[in-house]
């Protein structure tokens, strides 16, 4: 029997988890195990990647807008310009405690010098009040995780490999099985929600995070919608019509047969949109609507939960965090964000389904 060692094991298939994984290898200098599979090629998707969301703490917009620059040279270098492109998403909502939520975003975008536009019913429909977002960074995953799998093998990350089995201690540590030879890792970084939720036991569990069932629904091409993204504050669901009369990709939370209900009713009649595509998964939101990190217990695995859409800008300041170099700026964003919070009265809540 054969034994080694190994800094970190990263779980999770997101871009975040392969950016968090390849920057502790190639910016730190740590020996990394990567287990995620590949997703854009065989399943629907079930989230996007921004480089805004509906955030209205400072702070974020801060950490967000000092970390873009590093991400994106990072993912052009990879994947070249194929990798991501700029769209100007929207962002909208029927109800009042969204409509205030859009006027902090608006007022939070603006101050970090992010044009922001206030749109008028007509565009977006009766009833509605909506937020566009100019210039934003969409990042292409299909293209993207590609690029992110040879980058990992460049820099030595091990993959875990079919018969390989990955088993997660309490104490954050873990043991990779591969035949006779045992590799043992000092610890585990469980970077999505699957991830979590397959090795996180009852007694681990956080009170902060609470899972729901979501959907993704695929349309056949139909006519364009206002904006290549549009996400709605007040349910969640998110909209991706990469290419004007192509097909819609709706995400969010629900069933799916509430949820495309529900779809029927935002696009509208006259589109008759027909389904192409369905499924429904499990994911993870906060209580209070705020990303959630750190180690479970002070002394178990990491948990990566609750980025929303702009994870992947966050990658390099969560290496870094991972490893103690994080920038004081990084160190207070991620320290006041530890996944043991309480939720109550939380100093970091953000507007979401869960606050």
Request: proline share 6%; glycine share 10%; aromatic share 4%.
């Amino acid at each position: 029997m054969t034994e080694a060692r190994a800094d970190f094991v990263i779980v999770g298939s997101t871009p975040t988890a392969r950016l968090v994984a390849g920057l502790l290898a190639s910016a730190h200098g740590k020996s990394v195990v990567f287990s995620g599979e590949s997703q854009s090629g065989y399943r629907l998707p079930r989230g996007v990647d921004l480089s805004v969301a509906p955030i209205t703490r400072p702070e974020t917009w801060a950490l967000l807008k000092a970390g873009l620059p590093e991400t994106l040279r990072l993912i052009s270098r990879m994947g070249g310009r194929r990798a991501w492109s700029r769209v100007d998403p929207i962002l909208f909502s029927e109800a009042a405690a969204g409509r205030e939520a859009l006027a902090h975003v608006r007022h939070m975008a603006l101050a970090f010098g992010h044009a922001a536009e206030r749109l008028p019913a007509k565009v977006i429909g009766p009833g509605r009040e909506g937020l566009l977002l100019r210039d934003t960074v969409l990042l292409h995953r299909p293209t993207l995780e590609i690029a992110l799998d040879a980058w990992l093998d460049q820099h030595s990350v091990r993959r875990l490999r079919d018969g390989e089995v990955l088993t997660v201690r309490a104490d954050g540590s873990a043991e990779l099985a591969a035949g006779e030879e045992r590799l043992d890792i000092a610890q585990t970084v469980l970077a999505d929600d699957p991830a979590i939720v397959t090795h996180v036991t009852t007694a681990q569990w956080p009170a902060l995070l609470l899972r729901q069932v979501a959907s993704t629904i695929l349309t056949e091409p139909t006519l364009p919608i206002a904006a290549p993204v549009m996400h709605r504050l007040d349910t969640g669901l998110t909209l991706v019509q990469q290419q004007a009369g192509r097909g819609v990709v709706a995400m969010g939370p629900g069933a799916i047969d509430p949820f495309a209900a529900a779809l029927g009713v935002l696009l509208d009649k006259e589109r008759q949109f027909r389904q192409a595509g369905q499924s429904s998964y499990e994911t993870l939101l906060t209580a209070d609507a705020a990303p959630a990190l750190g180690r479970l217990r002070g002394t178990g695995p990491d948990v990566i939960a609750g980025l929303g859409p702009s994870g992947a800008f966050l990658a390099p300041a969560i290496a870094r965090w991972l490893c103690g170099k994080g920038t004081p700026a990084e160190n207070a964003w991620l320290g006041a964000r530890l996944v043991d919070r309480q939720a109550v009265s939380s100093s970091v809540a953000e507007f979401g389904a869960a606050a």
